[in-house]
């Protein structure tokens, strides 16, 4: 012990200290350390077990490209939903703690925005309307972690339908409410009213989970722990922006280049080539038909009523 580096004891101690407290005997923990492999990054990533979760339906070349870009997405929402739950968790939370988490979803969201060059500008449109019928009926429609993202962060009635929002409180049922949340209107047959099947297929799988999931974050999604912290310790300006930009980054942008997609790849005169799942993606994609604000506490009435149109108006060239 005499010719070992203070440091290394050190340690040896505290590591002794950690395993006593649970009961565990140090030295055979530091002998299985003599067998243990050294960790490598391809092993660490699961590397060859991530390249292989790409699984065409077609031998159309471009569909790589669709696959991969939606599983990177749905990893990023994965990472929103662990800042919502860290901020729900976090037992003294301060408005420094919520800006910077805030901050982190609202960086994964414009990553996402200003990457969708790779689907709307790095695909062929014919190779897109080719296998993408072999696709039906799925649809980026039935992404469960994007609604979960959606009522992690706001009241639940700002997600109802705006023809229905009227009709409810904020304490009203939440199953009541959920009956008439907005995007159950973006997957209906536009031709009869009847839900589509990926409607169908996703309320089978995932209603009752995200019931739960709406009551469980009834009292402590973003805005509801805004708004305690504000009653205990007043207004932040900062922390108001980087909410005020979440809103705008899932609600505005997110959807609006998915809008510019559709009307790249879907929109034909005389008549629009119906999404894969049979969305009424015209009426369910622009913000400003849909009205979806989480935090219109924070929003002037001319800001809510021009919703989406300056996007709109810079990209599509039209209000």
Known sequence: MDNLDPKIISLLEKLEQKYAASGQDMVSYLEGLLYNDYVKYWDYIELETLLSLQKPRTNIPDENIFIIYHQITELYFKLSLAEIEQLATYPSLDAAFFTERVGRINRY??????SFAIMVDGMEPQQFLKYRMSLLPASGFQSVQYRMIEIG??????????????????????????DHIYWKEGAIIMANGKKTLTLEMFEQ????????????KRGCNLWQLYDKLK???????????ALRNLDANININWPLVHYRSAVRYLQRDPEDIGATGGTNWQKYL???????IFYPQLWSEQEMADWGKSWVDTHLGKG
């Open 153 to 178: 962060c706001t009241d639940f009635i700002n997600l109802v339908a705006k023809d229905k929002r009227e009709g409810f409180k904020e304490d009203s049922s939440i199953i009541e409410m959920f």
């Open 205 to 216: 799988k995932y209603s009752e989970k995200l019931v739960w999931l709406s009551l469980d």
């Open 286 to 292: 622009p913000p400003r038909f849909q009205k979806r």
């Open 109 to 114: 969201f414009q990553s996402l925005t200003q």
């Open 231 to 241: 009653a205990k310790n007043g207004g932040n300006a900062k922390l108001e922006e």
